[in-house]
């Protein structure tokens, strides 16, 4: 069965970019890499491999130019994919990718002391409460809450379907409720400073 | 489109992640050098490719077609020395003097 076309409105760069216009291209990288960055950032929480991958994505989608099709993908899916990957690999490589039945159980911390935490101590427990997670269940947090992408679009990338991507976000929230629970007043009161800055 | 994807809970998880936790700058000077090299590099490869692979060919069709010619030229050299050879011979063993 054959997909409908799909709408990318990076078509006419890639095709620009495709033939050798490098004004093309440039903006191509000024379109995609930023959210290239905060995926790899956030999946690999090393800045020098987020820049690598954030690289190496780009240097794939040159390599794929020029036998693009126009209309099958949408290239930033694509690209989203390619970067997820690369960033699995790495974690792989490394031996620090968890999969979802290695992880333990999320413990529910208990309560802690009502101290308001200060905003690095806020950003620690944030961090480490990220980390924590299996990796696709961050990928799916990072790409559905931070980079805003339908839950289609997050199944794409991962190679899952919706229901899969939905069960990866519910014990994903789920396990960063808990980890986090100690710190919900902060947080909110942080969210709520945020708006009012 | 999945009913989670605009939960207004979600986009608040969201925001407070991120404001406690926000992404580093992305080096966006290296990133972009290192992509447009990336670029200038895979379009400038085939054109090298193509002169590369052209000035080989010409120089194999050129080598074989030389070497062709002067293996010809030289068979033909040796069938004309031996034809002279022959000629000569036959003049020497003729009693022209006699003759004339």
Not at chain 1, 103 to 113: I, R, S, T, Y
Not at chain 1, 177 to 195: I, M, N
Request: aromatic share 6%; with cysteine.
């Amino acid at each position: 069965m054959s997909n409908p076309l799909v709408f990318d409105p990076l078509a006419g760069l890639i095709a620009k970019a495709g033939r050798g216009d490098r004004a093309a291209a440039a903006a191509l990288v000024k379109a995609v890499s930023p959210k290239l960055w905060r995926i790899s950032w956030r999946l690999l929480r090393d800045a020098a491999e987020a820049e690598d991958v954030t690289q190496e994505a780009l240097i794939r989608l040159w390599k794929v130019l020029p036998t693009w099709q126009t209309g099958r993908a949408r290239v930033e899916t694509w690209l989203h994919q390619v970067t997820t990957n690369l960033c699995f690999d790495r974690l792989r490589k490394a031996g620090r990718f968890v999969d979802e039945d290695q992880a333990p159980e999320p413990l529910d911390p208990g309560p802690m002391p009502d101290a308001r935490l200060h905003q690095s101590a806020l950003r620690d427990c944030v961090d480490a409460a990220l980390a924590s997670l299996p990796d696709r269940q961050r990928a799916a947090i990072v790409l559905t809450h931070y980079e805003e992408l339908a839950a289609k679009d997050v199944g794409e990338v991962l190679g899952i379907s919706v229901d899969a991507v939905e069960s990866l976000l519910a014990r994903g929230r789920r396990a960063l409720r808990l980890a986090l629970a100690p710190e919900k007043a902060d947080l909110l009161q942080a969210s709520v400073e945020g708006h009012a800055a | 489109m999945s009913i989670l994807d605009h939960h207004p809970l979600n986009k608040a998880l969201a925001y407070v992640l991120n404001h406690a936790s926000p992404v580093p700058e992305m080096p966006s000077a290296r990133i972009e050098a290192a992509a447009m090299a990336a670029f200038s590099a895979q379009t400038a490869s085939r054109p090298d490719w193509v002169k590369t692979f052209g000035a080989l060919a010409a120089s194999l069709v050129l080598g074989v077609g030389g070497f062709v010619y002067y293996q010809s030229w030289q068979s033909e050299q040796k069938a004309l020395t031996a034809d002279a050879d022959a000629f000569a011979e036959q003049l020497l063993s003729t009693d022209l003097d006699s003759a004339l």
